[in-house]
């Protein structure tokens, strides 16, 4: 099984400060990683998908990079309602795997 | 618009039984995988099983294999979760995703969940 070790936990930050965000796969997943947002009370919702491609109707401050077992969501402006926690997926080997979270916080 | 309602869940003694429904609208229902997500309410989210579009193979988290059977009735739009020998640990909110193109499981959209509690 791949493990997806996401970090940091939480990140606090002010509004229209950049937010970096990590998640490490335990073996090479090449691009196949997404990332999810969940606000508080709502089901996830995806952002983006295969590394670096925006979902639809997701705002460009969104942004993905990285490759083999190292990835990162970048949110280059925080906005308050980017308050949520973030989750990244892989789908490059049965079973599919999630991160644990990320959780972006506002100052 | 794609939607996805799910229904079934509810209050289950250990070792009970429960079926979860999933009635999918808005897209070609037999052309696109599905699978169910699960989430311990204010923890993680847990992959649990997915269905292929083009034939009867599926796949199962091995927490859940040979007890839990996903199934699809392609002429209702609905899909399914058969759940067997409930144990406390299954308790939890369960999404139904659709893939968002065929082939790829990446998950988009997410219904709004059914939540199944498994106490005695």
């Known amino acids: 099984e791949i493990v997806l070790t996401q970090s940091p936990v939480t990140l606090s930050l002010s509004p229209g400060e950049r937010a970096t965000l990590s998640c490490r796969a335990s073996?090479?997943?090449?691009?196949?990683l997404a990332w999810y947002q969940q606000k508080p009370g709502q089901a996830p919702r995806l952002l983006i998908y295969?590394?670096?491609n925006r979902a639809t109707g997701i705002p460009a401050r969104f942004s993905g990079s990285g490759s083999g077992t190292d990835f990162t969501l970048t949110i280059s402006s925080l906005e308050p309602e980017d308050v949520a926690v973030y989750y990244c997926?892989?789908?490059?080997?049965?079973?599919?795997?999630f991160g644990g979270g990320t959780k972006v916080e506002i100052k | 618009e794609v939607q996805l309602l799910e229904s079934g869940g509810g209050l289950v003694q250990p070792g009970g039984s429960l079926r979860l429904s999933c009635a999918a609208s808005?897209?070609?229902?037999?052309?696109?995988?599905m699978s169910w997500v699960r989430q311990v309410p204010g923890k993680g989210l847990e992959w649990v099983s997915a269905?292929?579009?083009?034939?009867?193979?599926?796949f199962y988290a091995d927490s859940v294999k040979g007890r839990f059977t996903i199934s699809r009735d392609i002429s209702k739009n609905i899909l399914y979760l058969q759940m067997n020998s409930l144990r406390a640990e299954d308790t939890a909110i369960y999404y139904c995703?659709?893939?968002?193109?065929?082939?790829?499981?990446?998950?988009?959209?997410w219904g709004q969940g059914t939540l199944v509690t498994v106490s005695s």
């Open positions: 295969d590394t670096s």
């Open positions: 997926q892989q789908r490059s080997n049965w079973p599919l795997t």
């Open positions: 073996q090479s997943i090449r691009s196949y």
């Open positions: 995703v659709k893939q968002l193109v065929p082939g790829t499981n990446w998950f988009d959209p």
């Open positions: 808005g897209f070609t229902f037999s052309t696109h995988g």
């Open positions: 269905a292929r579009s083009d034939g009867p193979g599926s």
